[in-house]
């Protein structure tokens, strides 16, 4: 059974940076999109950032776009989320999601998403 595991959060001063990870086990993350969301109590959740399956193509939500960079390790099976200069509007729980597989034959479409992280950024 795949799994997502999301790390990295805390409490952070603004103006403060974190690298979030989300590490995959149980499937072979390589051949999977994946994305980061974002949620606060009350709202829905929002796309952050996503990133293709090669690393080669990513896309960031306007909020967070010149401040946070997606990236991914795929002989680690593991995505990053690195964010700078963060904001008090900035605090959430952070969701790592993967879904697919692309590139490779599958009975079908799959999609992962992990427990979350707290980002707090404290003014």
């Known amino acids: 059974q795949g799994q997502l595991v999301e790390s990295g959060g805390g409490l952070v001063e603004t103006g403060g940076s974190l690298r979030l990870s989300c590490t995959a086990s149980g499937f072979t993350l390589s051949n999977y999109a994946a994305s980061w969301y974002r949620q606060t109590a009350g709202k829905e959740r929002e796309l952050v950032a996503n990133?293709?399956?090669?690393?080669?193509?990513?896309n960031y939500g306007a909020g967070v776009r010149g401040r946070f960079t997606i990236s991914r390790d795929n002989d680690k099976n593991i995505v990053y989320l690195q964010m700078n200069n963060l904001e008090t509007e900035d605090t959430a729980k952070y969701y790592c999601y993967a879904d697919g597989p692309f590139g490779v034959a599958a009975p079908r479409h799959l999609e992962y998403w992990g427990q979350g992280t707290q980002v707090t950024v404290s003014s």
């Open positions: 990133i293709n399956t090669a690393g080669l193509r990513t």
